[in-house]
Every structure is written in C-alpha cells, then in structure tokens.
C-alpha cells in the first residue's frame, strides 16, 4: 500500500466505521428524538434538491461574508494605526480589554431589535463579533514585525505607503490571518444565533422552524448541516491560507531544518 | 509628552479616553443622533448598572449562568483532558481522530440548540450539556498538542525504566501538557460563558441571557446593555481568577517563569 | 563561484553612482566625501547617561575605503548608524559634500550586519534588491534590469527568483550588497558585513567587495572586528578604542594594489600594520599624537 493510500485509511476509518455505525444503529428506529439517520440525510436532501434551502445557504453565507469582510476592513486598518502608534495604543487598553471580553452574542438582540430581521443587523452582529480577533491579532502582528526590516526601510527612505503595503503588512500577515480564522469560527457562531433570534431566513431560521413544528428529523438534518457548513468553510480556510502565506510555511519548515 | 510617559500619566489617559469615549456616547444618544435602541445613552445605563446588584433575580440570573457554564467546563476536562492526551500521544490515534475531532471543534454548538430543546427542553441540564459540548473541543486539542510536546527523550526514559502507563500519563505526561491545558481551560471558560449565555437568550432558559431577551422584549434598552456589560465583567472576573490560578498551580513550570 | 565570471562591465555602467548636481551642496557636482567632525553620541540625560562615542572624527573620499575598528561594544555600531541618519548624534556633525546629515541620507547603502533580518522574506532575492529602487520612484520597467545587473555583478545572476530563506549566509550576504548597489549608493556603510559567514566564504566576499568598489567608483566605511580583514580591505583604517569610543588613531594603510588573498598577507607590511593596530585597540594612551587628518 502506498504511503498516501495508507494515511488516506488512517484518516478515514474511524469517521467511516462512527457515521456507518449510526446509520445502522438508527435504521429501525421508532424514536421521537433519534430518528434513523437514513430519514435525517433524505429530508434534508429533499428540501435542498427542490426547497428552501439554497437560498437560506446563500443568505446566510452572504451575510457571513458581508460581515467578515467588514471586519477585516475595520479591523486591519484599526490594527495597523494602533499596533504603529503604542501610546494611542495603551490610552485605549482598557477600552479594548473590556470589548473584547464581552459576549457578543448578547448584542444580536439589540442589533435584531433596532435594525429589524432583515440581512443587515445580522451583517453588523456577525462583524462586531469577527472584528476583535482581526483587530488584536493585527495589532499583535504590527507590533512584532523585526526592526531589522523597519530599520531597512528606514535607512533606504522607503515611503511611508510604501512601507506599510510591502513590509508591514506582509509581515504582520500571519498573525493576522490567524486571527482572521478565529474570527471566522467566531462569524459562523453569531451567524447562527442572529438567524434563530429573529430570522425570516438562513439556515438558522431553518433550524428554527423544524425544532418548531417539531419535525424532528428536519432538525437534526438542518443541524448537521450547519456543522458541515461550519466544517467546511474551516477546512476551506486552511487550506487558503497554505497557499496565500506559502512563503510563511516553506520558510518555516526550511529553517525548522536548519535552526 | 513625557507626561504620558509615567505609569500614572498612562493611567489617567486611559481614564481621559474612556471617559470622553463615554461623554460623546452620551452627547451622540441624547441628540438623537444614534437610535437609543441601539446606543442607550450611558447615563441611563449606569442607573439600571447601578441598580442591578440589588436584586436578587440578577444574582438568580448569575448563578444559573456561572453554574451551567462552570459545571459544562469541569465535565469537559474531565472528558477532554484524557481524551486529548490519549490523542497525542500516539501518532496513529492522532491520525485517525483527526478528521472526527476536526468537524467536531468546528460545529457551531449554537446550532445544536433546537434539537437539545427538543430533547432536554429549557433546563439546566440542556445548558451544561450546551456548554460541554462547546468547551470539550478546545480543552481536547490543547491538552493533545501538550501531549504531542513532550519531549521523546523523556517518554523514552520512562518507557525504559518500565514505568507502568498509568503513572506515565499522571507523572510525565500530564505535567509537561499542563500548560497548554491550563491554557486550553481559559479559552474554553470564556467560551463556556459565551455559549450559555448565547443559548439562555435563544431559548429562554434562566439566566443571564434569558434577561438580555426579555429586557429586550420589554423594550428596555438601557437594561439589555447593562446586562450585556455584567456579561462583559463577568467573562473578564472569570479570565482574570484563571490566570491567577494557573500562575499558581503552575509556577514551577519554566514558560510560567518569564520576567514580567 | 567567482564574482568576476558573472560580471558583465558594460552592464555595470548602470549602476554607477550619478554623479548629482546638487546645489544644496557645497562640493557642487558628486561624488561626495564623507566627513564626520567632533561626533559625540551619549544615551540618556542627567546622572544615568551614557557617553558612547566623544570627538570622533573621519574622513570618507570618493573611492576611498575605510574601516573603523575596535573592540566589541567600542560603539563602532553606533557610530555607524549616526553616519546612516538612523540615530542623531549628541553632539559634532555628519556631512556628506557639505550637506548637513540629520535623516538617512540618499547617498548612502547600507548593508546590515544580520541580513537574515534585513531581508524581507515574502520576496524573492530580486524584489529584494529592487525594493529600494520603488521606494525611488524609479519606473517598474527600468527595476528588474537593475536588480538583475546588480545581482550579476555580486555573482548571484542564477539565483534571481529564489527567496532568502532558500539561499545560504553567504548568499544572503551578497543580496543585500546587491541590494545597496543597484540603489546607487556613493557610499557604502557595512556594519561587520561578514562576520555571520564561515571564512572561507568571508574571502570570497572581501574580494567581491574590493571589485565592486574598484568598478563603482564608490566609498565603502566597513565596521569589523577582524583587523586582519581591516588591513586587507582598508586604504585607511579608524581606530577607535576606550569608554567612551574615540578615535585612538587612524593609519593610512599603503599596500600593493590589487590586493589579494595570499600575496598580500604574506607582504611583511601586512603583519606590521596589525600589529601596530592591534597595539593601538590594546594601549590607546600610546597612540600617535596627532589625531587629526588633513
């Protein structure tokens, strides 16, 4: 057996043998609660083949987007001011301390109360959620870049804009692209609760809906499906950020060689 | 400038840009130029922060949400930290949990809310399931990436001296994994709050998020946000008790011992 | 592999320092000699200062390459970041064709002790040495061109579109020369430029340096602990010596040119001009009496 095929079974097995195990534990079952998992996959699939489905996906998706989009904008522009000036940083300490320990989900309901059900307070709930690992991380990342690199473009006179495009940043990029993952876990969570508070759409909504009308089977499936959502988009993210900081990667593990 | 350089200069900035933060907040709030629904003005808020802690059904509240969170964080180690253990430190458990253990940290517990309602309904119990099942994920990868860290020369030793498995896990594994499960039970203990009290606001269960909703329901705005900042206070008493401890319990661990 | 081999002269004419029609300057057309006068450098204020560096003086000509030497901790490190306007100096002046230095100075490329840290990572060896040039304002056609020749002349034409971390210290080394280069320096300020690499490759990069100087036309100040190295490279070398640093003296070194490894150092001069060095960082109250130079 090659030595990909090998890892391939080493990973796989034991997904393999659990969902195998539940399909077939579950296949007679006259539960409530436990419907069998053959129902659970086929009236998901029904509603995503020909229901509503798809679109709430593509609501809720948008608005995890939108929301982490905005995020990131704010954050990183907020991160590179305050990680650049320390003073303007320190006066602000105890202000993005207590933020930062702040539950955010808390906020959905006056965000859902004062803007409505629609897409956008749900944007503002999941962006206020995503923007402080963004912005910590940035500034953490700011702050860490080598002085050796600021001082070389000190003594070449590179511009200021210059600077921050082309040192700064891309040092900082990996700091910031970690807190842009934990940010994205964070989005996925305050996405979900801002659909089941006040929703006319989403998955979250979905959810909602089926635990209801308690159509049980509807909200397992709509369940599993956010956790496949949720796993997918974390999976998806890694391995976007192999490829985009691939010089951060390769150089880590030429110098875990030579170190 | 060299004002601010002082310890206490630093610390009376830090009060002057809180404080204007909070006097444009309220300027902002009373001209109507921010929806009050949305941005209480502070003054209204301090009256119901002010008030809070004199009634019992906010202390009610306090204690259902410490208990469920605080209750879901000790069963989590409990589970977690053996669990997580166990994964690393064999290479082929690693390998096959990985894929298990992935779509598992990145389920969004929240989701699960409806179908634990369905179940358990709005009590207690739901809420410590919610918040294990939410704060298992994090506490199982630290205390497997503690486990991955020590050092082969060490479990080596101890396998050659036949050290029977069970006092290698509590004597060598486990000490050299403290730190990162110390590490893994803050992050989870703040997530533990966050969670329960997300999944109180959803679902109506006591505490503190059950408060949030109805003071939200009750149009009462300035109390939603003094609920939300008694929230905040909460998460940062929590983190801060944690890390006391921790440096503590783990002073004779030499990352604890960095000159501050 | 041999710098020379790569080399391709008419090429190089590029990156000849301009000569620049400056007329903020009072030596009107470049290039420009360096001159330090009664540099005093101290670190904080009243009962915990530190004086590091007092009445220095140094001259850099055009062409000229000089070394300063010392001991470790002397503040030949400092001294050298006032000459690149990184650091402001207490007290004296920094003057480059007249001009009063008080910020990093066009004119001047420097090359970092620790390149690994001086590099950036997340761009290919070429961008590297084409960074300073955007930084310029020199047009995105005329850059790669540049860059390359300069990579050319420092015998790295190959290894263009690798990235630092995949090259050796050595390599490194010569990016960031390359870097200094392709700027079009008159002067080139080297913090112990090749004290990180094994000493063979330290041969290597002396002689690359004595040819890029000779080619260029430019200066070179070289901060070294190594007198061997000082003597071999020098046409003057600046010792400096004591707490806190001044100039104990500075010798004019007089050796056959071109220099070379071996012939050079077996040239009994050689051995003499380190020793009498040597003697100098040992004993600075025997120095020579006059300090200053013409």
Redesign the interface.
């Given at each position: 057996m090659s030595r990909q095929v090998r890892?391939a079974a080493?990973?796989?097995?034991?997904?393999v043998v659990?969902f195998g195990w539940w399909w077939w534990t579950s296949a007679g079952s006259t539960s409530i609660?436990f419907p069998p998992l053959a129902k659970i996959v086929a009236v998901t699939w029904a509603d995503l083949a020909g229901g509503p489905l798809p679109g709430f996906i593509a609501f809720s998706l948008g608005n995890l987007a939108a929301g982490l989009a905005l995020a990131i904008v704010v954050g990183i522009s907020l991160g590179m001011v305050l990680g650049w000036y320390p003073?303007a940083l320190?006066?602000?300490?105890?202000?993005l301390?207590?933020?930062r320990?702040?539950?955010?989900?808390?906020?959905?309901?006056?965000?859902i109360?004062?803007?409505g059900i629609g897409a956008l307070p749900k944007i503002y709930s999941i962006a206020l959620g995503c923007v402080w690992p963004i912005l910590l991380n940035t500034i953490d990342g700011v702050r860490g870049v080598?002085?050796?690199?600021l001082?070389?473009?000190?003594?070449?006179?590179?511009?200021l804009g210059?600077r921050l495009r082309?040192?700064i940043l891309?040092?900082a990029?990996p700091q910031i692209v970690a807190g842009v993952r934990v940010a994205l876990?964070i989005g996925?969570?305050v996405m979900?609760?801002s659909e089941?508070?006040g929703a006319q759409q989403g998955v979250?909504y979905y959810?909602?809906n089926?635990?209801r009308a308690?159509d049980?089977a509807q909200?397992?499936g709509?369940?599993l499906l956010?956790?496949l959502i949720?796993?997918v988009?974390?999976?998806s993210f890694v391995i976007a950020e192999r490829w985009f900081l691939r010089?951060?990667y390769?150089?880590a593990r030429?110098?875990g060689l030579n170190a | 400038m060299h004002v601010l350089r002082s310890r206490a200069g630093i610390r009376i900035g830090q009060l002057a840009v809180a404080l204007s933060i909070l006097a444009l907040w309220e300027l902002c709030a009373r001209r109507g130029w921010v929806d009050a629904s949305l941005l209480p003005p502070p003054s209204q808020i301090a009256q119901h922060v002010a008030a809070l802690p004199m009634e019992t059904e906010f202390w009610k509240a306090v204690g259902s949400t410490l208990a469920a969170a605080l209750t879901g964080l000790v069963i989590a180690v409990l589970v977690g930290v053996p669990m997580g253990i166990a994964i690393g430190a064999s290479t082929a458990v690693y390998r096959s949990t990985r894929l298990l253990v992935d779509m598992g940290r990145s389920f969004p517990v929240v989701a699960l809310m409806p179908v634990l309602v369905l179940l358990m309904g709005t009590t207690p119990k739901m809420l410590v399931v919610v918040a294990t099942l939410a704060t298992v994920w994090p506490i199982l990868l630290q205390s497997s990436y503690g486990a991955r860290s020590v050092e082969p020369l060490v479990s080596d030793t101890a396998r050659a001296f036949q050290i029977p498995a069970r006092y290698r896990f509590t004597h060598v594994m486990l000490p050299a994994a403290a730190p990162y499960i110390a590490t893994g039970i803050r992050i989870a203990a703040t997530f533990a709050l966050l969670v329960t009290i997300g999944v109180e606001l959803l679902s109506a269960t006591p505490g503190l998020g059950r408060e949030i909703a109805q003071a939200q329901e009750g149009a009462n705005f300035p109390l939603v946000m003094a609920y939300v900042f008694y929230s905040g206070l909460l998460g940062l008493v929590l983190s801060a008790l944690l890390v006391r401890a921790e440096r503590r319990l783990l002073a004779w661990h030499p990352s604890s011992r960095v000159a501050e | 592999m041999n710098a020379g081999q790569n080399e391709r002269s008419a090429d190089l004419e590029v990156l000849k320092p301009a000569p620049r029609n400056d007329e903020s300057v009072s030596e009107p057309v470049g290039p420009h000699a360096l001159v330090v006068q009664r540099l005093g450098k101290t670190y904080g204020e009243g009962a915990g200062a530190k004086e590091v560096l007092r009445g220095i003086d140094l001259r850099v000509d055009p062409g000229q390459l000089v070394c300063i030497v010392g001991p470790s901790g002397a503040g030949k490190t400092t001294l050298l970041r006032c000459l690149a306007g990184l650091q402001t100096s207490s007290t004296g002046t920094i003057s480059i064709g007249g001009r009063l230095i008080t910020e990093p100075p066009a004119e001047i490329g420097l090359v970092f002790q620790d390149y690994g840290r001086s590099l950036l990572p997340w761009m290919r060896a070429i961008d590297n040495v084409a960074f300073p040039l955007q930084g310029k304002g020199v047009p995105a056609g005329e850059r790669p061109r540049m860059a390359q020749v300069a990579m050319q002349s420092v015998g790295l034409g190959d290894a263009a579109h690798r990235y630092p971390w995949q090259l050796s210290g050595g390599m490194q080394q010569r990016v960031a020369i390359a870097r200094a280069i392709a700027y079009q320096a008159e002067i080139l300020l080297m913090d112990e430029p090749f004290a990180s690499v094994d000493a063979q490759t330290r041969f290597d990069l002396e002689d690359l340096l004595l040819g890029l100087r000779r080619k260029l036309g430019i200066s070179v100040v070289v901060v070294t602990h190594d007198i061997d190295e000082a003597v071999y490279l020098s046409d003057s070398v600046t010792v400096l010596s004591g707490t806190p640093a001044s100039v104990v003296e500075t010798i004019d070194v007089v050796l056959d040119a071109p220099r070379e490894q071996i012939a050079t150092k077996a040239d009994p001069r050689f051995a003499e001009y380190r020793s009498r060095i040597m003697r100098r960082i040992r004993r600075p109250e025997l120095a020579a009496v006059s300090k200053e130079r013409p």
């Open positions: 890892h080493q990973a796989l097995w034991l997904p659990f609660y003073l320190r006066l602000l300490d105890p202000v301390q207590f933020f320990a702040m539950p955010k989900v808390a906020l959905v309901p006056l965000f109360g004062a803007l080598e002085p050796g690199q001082e070389m473009a000190r003594a070449y006179r590179i511009p210059l082309r040192v891309p040092a990029a876990a996925v969570v979900v609760v089941i508070y979250g959810v909602l089926a635990s308690f049980v909200t397992w709509g369940t956010i956790g949720g796993y988009l974390s999976t010089w951060h390769l150089r030429v110098l | - | -």
